[in-house]
């Protein structure tokens, strides 16, 4: 049976969720959350280059690592996204952008239910 693409993002985001929130380290999974939330208003904002720099950054990684991982399996890049997309060209870049905002909204729903705030 094949999935929708926006089916294929929501259960994306709900995998990647779990496993932070399987890690059990509460201040983590408070962190991720606030950033994961953050995400696409600083890519509309800021650019999605910009953005990716200050998510790459280690208390934001796993952020950085679960749309890393969506972009290789959606092949706009093969290692990282960061440097692939800041030499990449500019409709590349835009697809892209297109790409991670719709996959960080999704992150930010699954985030809004599945991370509950004290």
Do not use: H
Request: hydrophobic share 40%; aromatic share 6%; glycine share 2%.
């Amino acid at each position: 049976m094949r999935k929708t693409i926006e089916q294929e993002m929501a259960i994306f985001c709900i995998k990647k969720v779990k496993e932070v929130k399987e890690k059990n380290d509460k201040s983590k999974i408070d962190k991720y959350g606030t950033n994961a939330k953050r995400l696409p208003s600083l890519i509309i904002s800021n650019g999605l280059i910009p953005t990716l720099a200050f998510y790459k950054k280690e208390e934001k990684k796993p952020v950085y690592d679960a749309i890393n991982e969506w972009l290789k399996e959606k092949n706009y890049i093969k290692n990282d996204a960061l440097e692939e997309l800041a030499n990449s060209d500019s409709q590349t870049l835009r697809l892209a952008t297109i790409e991670v905002l719709a996959i960080a909204n999704w992150l930010k729903r699954i985030v809004e239910v599945e991370i509950k705030e004290d």
